[in-house]
């Protein structure tokens, strides 16, 4: 494959203040280049917005390079503070946390055992924080709408999409997510599939973003699906050529639908990007994909979606009332 994304920013230019921000936009509620928080508006309007929520990938622009919350310093400064969390493992290989809650950090195998939250380990990531250009590190922040400023940015975000969409997001979705990546040169996302409606924002650096037609079931196959449902969303690809590729530069972002697979490939430069994602409330195909997939693993051989709807609104109902009692004992 070959990578379309050019060198933009070089490692000296991180060392400001701020990161590079994107072009500034005439809000649609008057001008300002450097809005507060409450008036913010992240989202260029779009007509695609409306047109292919959920159902197609599409380009978007955006203006969140703007904003204060993700200039260096308090992007280090967010870094530093999950990495001292406490945590249910106690030990990681360098930097690699696989099921880290809320922040996975890795690097390349090899280095010392490192006690999370301890002044090695923040040490360790402080370093490779630093040196992005260099340390071969990716770090993931898991729900950063739980800290101060991002998640009213969150509910910002939310309620502009229901404008640009004509969709009451609130009712659609359950709360939304906040997940920022910060990732060295050339580190790739391997292709899998998530849940989630996701809108991916690129704050600085490029990426390359090739999504994969989820509706084609000869690219991603029922079983697959089921699959996903059993743990395992780093399905096979069964197909070489994606649907299309975003070729992401800062002020630049892209829409992912449920279910459409999809991988990640950086550019030459340090990446940041905010991916925020909403789950459906109700999403039937997706309920008796579930269903199936437990019904699976007890012996049995379950009916694809849409072969018998009548079983298939039997197996989405207690589905969803399954799930519904489960997040209310859990209090999610």
Same mark, same amino acid.
């Given at each position: 494959?070959?990578?379309?994304?050019?060198?933009?920013?070089?490692?000296?230019?991180?060392?400001?203040?701020?990161?590079?921000?994107?072009?500034?936009?005439?809000?649609? *509620? +008057?001008?300002?280049?450097? %809005? =507060? &928080?409450?008036?913010? @508006?992240?989202?260029?309007?779009? @007509?695609?917005?409306?047109?292919?929520?959920?159902?197609?990938?599409?380009?978007?622009?955006?203006?969140? #390079?703007?904003?204060?919350?993700?200039?260096?310093?308090?992007?280090? +400064?967010?870094?530093?503070?999950?990495?001292?969390?406490?945590?249910?493992?106690?030990?990681?290989?360098?930097?690699?946390?696989?099921?880290?809650? %809320?922040?996975?950090?890795? *690097?390349?195998?090899?280095?010392?055992? &490192?006690?999370?939250?301890?002044?090695?380990?923040?040490?360790?990531?402080?370093?490779?924080? !630093?040196?992005?250009?260099?340390?071969?590190?990716?770090?993931?922040?898991?729900?950063?709408?739980?800290?101060?400023?991002? $998640?009213?940015?969150? *509910?910002?975000?939310?309620?502009?999409?229901?404008?640009?969409? $004509?969709?009451?997001?609130?009712?659609?979705?359950?709360?939304?997510?906040?997940?920022?990546? /910060?990732?060295?040169?050339?580190?790739? =996302?391997?292709?899998?599939? !998530?849940?989630? =409606?996701?809108?991916?924002?690129?704050?600085?650096?490029?990426?390359?973003?090739? /999504?994969?037609?989820?509706? !084609?079931?000869?690219?991603?196959?029922?079983?697959?699906? @089921?699959?996903?449902?059993?743990?395992?969303?780093?399905?096979?690809?069964?197909? @070489?050529?994606?649907?299309?590729?975003?070729?992401?530069?800062?002020?630049? #972002?892209?829409?992912?639908? %449920?279910?459409?697979?999809?991988?990640?490939?950086?550019?030459?430069?340090?990446?940041?990007?905010?991916?925020?994602?909403?789950?459906?409330?109700?999403?039937?195909?997706?309920?008796?994909?579930?269903?199936?997939?437990?019904?699976?693993?007890? $012996?049995?051989?379950?009916?694809?979606? +849409?072969?018998?709807?009548?079983?298939?609104?039997?197996?989405?109902?207690?589905?969803?009332?399954?799930? *519904?009692?489960?997040?209310?004992?859990? $209090?999610?």
């Amino acid at each position: 494959m070959q990578r379309k994304a050019s060198a933009i920013f070089s490692q000296e230019q991180f060392h400001g203040n701020t990161l590079p921000s994107a072009p500034t936009y005439i809000s649609s *509620r +008057g001008a300002s280049s450097k %809005p =507060t &928080l409450a008036a913010f @508006e992240a989202f260029l309007p779009s @007509e695609q917005f409306a047109s292919s929520l959920d159902t197609q990938p599409f380009v978007f622009q955006h203006r969140l #390079g703007e904003h204060e919350l993700f200039s260096l310093p308090r992007l280090k +400064g967010l870094v530093e503070q999950v990495g001292a969390l406490p945590q249910t493992a106690s030990a990681a290989k360098g930097l690699f946390r696989a099921a880290a809650n %809320p922040g996975l950090f890795h *690097r390349k195998a090899g280095g010392p055992r &490192l006690v999370w939250g301890t002044p090695e380990f923040q040490a360790a990531l402080n370093e490779a924080f !630093d040196n992005m250009d260099t340390s071969e590190t990716r770090i993931k922040l898991s729900n950063i709408h739980k800290i101060e400023g991002y $998640g009213e940015l969150l *509910r910002n975000c939310a309620s502009q999409l229901s404008e640009l969409t $004509g969709v009451d997001f609130a009712k659609r979705y359950r709360p939304g997510l906040e997940t920022l990546f /910060i990732s060295s040169p050339g580190q790739v =996302t391997p292709y899998h599939v !998530d849940e989630e =409606t996701n809108f991916l924002l690129q704050i600085c650096g490029t990426k390359d973003v090739m /999504i994969y037609d989820g509706h !084609d079931r000869t690219v991603l196959t029922s079983e697959q699906i @089921e699959d996903f449902f059993g743990g395992n969303c780093y399905v096979k690809r069964n197909v @070489e050529t994606p649907k299309m590729t975003a070729d992401l530069k800062p002020g630049f #972002g892209v829409h992912n639908p %449920p279910f459409f697979p999809h991988m990640v490939v950086n550019g030459p430069s340090m990446s940041v990007s905010l991916s925020i994602g909403f789950e459906l409330r109700q999403f039937p195909v997706a309920e008796v994909h579930r269903m199936n997939a437990y019904l699976r693993k007890a $012996g049995l051989e379950p009916s694809a979606p +849409g072969a018998h709807p009548a079983m298939d609104n039997v197996k989405s109902t207690v589905m969803r009332y399954a799930l *519904r009692a489960k997040r209310s004992v859990l $209090g999610a």
